[in-house]
């Protein structure tokens, strides 16, 4: 099952365009499913997961990946690099 990535993102984040534009060309054609998440109209559901895995988030964007039933951040408050997003999900 491959991996799927979730872009936390907000309303008048400068850095959240740039981050899902750089999150959507790396990943396209790879097979990672992408979904981003608003943090005001997060899903309670989801929310308890990352309590229940400790992934906190304290700044958009955040950028976590969820692997194997297992969620990890990999960016909070940055935009990440095409090169970044490739390696951290060991995509070619």
């Not at 309303?11 to 608003?38: F, H, M, R, S, Y």
């Not at 039933?69 to 995509?91: C, H, K, N, W």
């Amino acid at each position: 099952m491959p991996p799927t990535l979730y872009l936390v993102t907000q309303q008048n984040c400068v850095n959240c365009p740039a981050a899902k534009q750089v999150v959507c060309e790396a990943l396209d054609g790879t097979g990672v499913q992408i979904e981003e998440i608003d943090l005001t109209q997060m899903d309670p559901d989801f929310e308890f997961r990352l309590l229940e895995e400790q992934v906190f988030i304290a700044s958009t964007p955040s950028i976590i990946v969820e692997n194997n039933g297992s969620l990890q951040m990999l960016y909070s408050g940055e935009i990440p690099t095409f090169e970044g997003i490739r390696d951290a999900l060991e995509v070619q």
